[in-house]
């Protein structure tokens, strides 16, 4: 690019690391449409293959669901037994406290249980008194029926009371071997000195048939419900079915019976869920079919206009190519591809394409030597892209240039560049960093119109320049800009750059300029290596916006 004659001298080239290399003349030319041999044999035979596994998945979900619904029923109907089991321990034990509190006298205890087994949905059929201590047991009092208990031998009744005496409450008592299938209850009070045993017997159905109440809200289940944890058909209580084996699915629990246990096993006579989830697999699996044969009578049609549609793509490709190669050669014509050569300052610059799009961008970095001692650097971006953003950047760039000869400080060269743009008539706004440095005094006088603040690093460390940041150009209009000159010292060096370089989405602006300070603390060596290292490792994989840093270091 032409330089003003006070900037023209020996130029070195400025390293240009990290940009893309533009899209070759000749685009590649994607291979020549395939004929569909078999293509609708392949689009039916996938086709199906979806759909008997969305039918297989929704047959699943059915099941499953109706398990779950199953396993809910059971266990509510497990809470309404564990609920009914107080009735049958509770007069137990009321038994037990008035026989101790009479000295186990006939009429209290007949009065107690004549009401619980005359009643024909009563608890029990009999209950007797027993004397927990005696040489030959024999009850002392029995109300309703004969007991199946007192047909059983005795060292069988003495069993009860010795299994009665260390459970903590009711034992009950296996019975359905008897003629008339009962089940007994035993209880002592749990207490030293106990001499009464209350002994009731509940009838059982003989046919073990009991059918669900069909008001009940269990009327759509079968049940089985058995003495003890397995499903022995010998301890049967009683089912739905009289004894036959429950079919189909089938889910059971197991609820605490005094010093037993019983299992209480369901399955649904109907679908728990409702029809339409248990009809789904069936939907879907002729829904697949008739889609499928859609699909297949459009392949015929996809395959001939697939030639045409590679024919565009290879065009759009073959675009694509040129329009990029054009940004990028012109991002490069408007940044600097060389640098002057200042006495006692080392410059290097890097450009980096943004990894999207393939508009130009408004970065920009420039170099403007005044004298010998003197030198402006300039880092701005133009807000947008595309060609509109680059020719704002351009008229930018070269105004800053012919203010900077002029001699105007920084503050001035941002207030006078304020004229120029307008975001309310251009539509464009600019960040923009200005500033002097001047080696014979050892300052660095700078003017920030709202962009990130250049870094200072010294002696392996690094410091951000305490700039008052003003609004971008462009955007109140003209407006007084402010500076601030902060001393530097021989191999310090500057850092400027545009926000393409901190930003990135997902992270703080904080993060992008800490990740900035570690890197530029990297140990001295050339101005080159260390503008690459601070690539490397702040934005290792590119940014999606486009990145400009410049590099500026007083040599010793």
């Known amino acids: 690019m032409d330089l003003p004659a006070s900037a023209v001298a020996d130029v070195k080239p400025a390293a240009t690391v990290g940009k893309r290399e533009p899209v070759g003349a000749e ?12 293509s609708t044999f392949t689009v039916m035979l996938v086709g199906l293959l979806i759909t008997a596994v969305l039918s297989w998945g929704a047959s699943a979900v059915h099941d499953s669901n109706e398990k779950r619904l199953l396993r809910q029923r059971v266990r509510e109907a497990a809470a309404v037994l564990t609920a009914a089991i107080p009735n049958v321990q509770t007069p137990l034990s009321s038994g037990a406290v008035l026989a101790d509190a009479t000295n186990g006298q006939q009429p209290p205890f007949e009065g107690l249980f004549r009401p619980l087994v005359t009643t ?5 059929v009999s209950a007797s008194l027993w004397p927990v201590q005696g040489v030959t047991p024999a009850p002392l009092v029995v109300v309703g029926k004969p007991l199946e208990l007192t047909a059983q031998p005795a060292d069988q009744i003495r069993a009860v009371l010795s299994r009665a005496s260390r459970a903590s409450g009711v034992s009950v008592i296996d019975l359905l071997g008897a003629p008339d299938r009962r089940l007994g209850y035993a209880y002592i009070e749990p207490k030293p000195g106990a001499r009464f045993m209350v002994y009731a017997e509940a009838a059982l159905p003989k046919n073990r048939r009991a059918a669900v109440d069909k008001n009940s809200a269990f009327a ?3 049940y089985a419900l058995y003495l003890g944890r397995t499903p022995d058909p010998a ?4 089912s739905s079915t009289g004894g036959a084996l429950l079919r189909g699915r089938r889910a059971s629990t197991t609820v605490p019976f005094g010093d037993s246990q019983l299992l209480f096993v369901m399955t649904p006579h109907k ?18 079919v008739i889609l499928t044969l859609a699909a297949a009578a459009l392949v015929e049609r996809v395959a001939r206009r697939r030639a045409h549609a590679e024919m565009l793509a290879a065009e759009n490709a ?35 394409a943004g990894v999207e799009g393939m508009d130009v961008g408004g970065d920009w970095y420039d170099v403007v030597p005044l004298d010998d001692h003197r030198v402006v650097v300039v880092v701005g971006d133009v807000s947008g892209r595309g060609l509109h953003a680059a020719t704002m950047m351009a008229s930018l760039r070269f105004a800053i240039r012919a203010y900077a000869v002029e001699g105007d400080p920084p503050a001035e060269i941002l207030t006078k560049l304020a004229r120029l743009i307008s975001l309310e008539r251009d539509g464009q706004f600019a960040t923009v960093v200005c500033a002097v440095i001047d080696l014979n005094a050892g300052t660095l006088t700078v003017s920030n119109a709202g962009h990130p603040a250049p870094l200072l690093v010294r002696s392996g460390r690094t410091e951000f320049v305490p700039t008052d940041i003003d609004v971008p150009v462009g955007v109140t209009g003209p407006a007084p800009y402010r500076q601030v000159t902060v001393p530097i010292t021989r191999g310090a060096t500057l850092l400027v750059y545009t926000d393409g370089l901190v930003e990135r989405r997902g992270q703080s602006l904080a993060r992008g300029l800490q990740d900035l300070e570690n890197a530029a603390a990297h140990p001295n060596g050339a101005l080159e290596d260390l503008l690459d290292h601070v690539l490397r490792e702040v934005i290792p994989n590119g940014s999606s916006d486009d990145t400009a840093l410049m590099g500026v270091r007083w040599q010793t």
């Open 27 to 38: 685009p590649v030319t994607p291979p020549r449409a395939r004929r569909f041999y078999g």
């Open 120 to 124: 024909p949905r009563g608890p029990f």
């Open 220 to 222: 759509d289940l079968g």
């Open 235 to 238: 301890r049967l209580l009683a």
């Open 271 to 288: 679908e728990l869920g409702g029809t339409l989830l248990a009809r789904l697999p069936y939907l879907l699996g002729a829904f697949g």
């Open 318 to 352: 073959r675009l694509y190519a040129d329009q990029r190669t054009i940004a990028q050669t012109l991002q490069r014509s408007l940044v600097p591809e060389s640098f002057p050569t200042v006495p006692s300052l080392e410059i290097a610059g890097r450009y980096v």
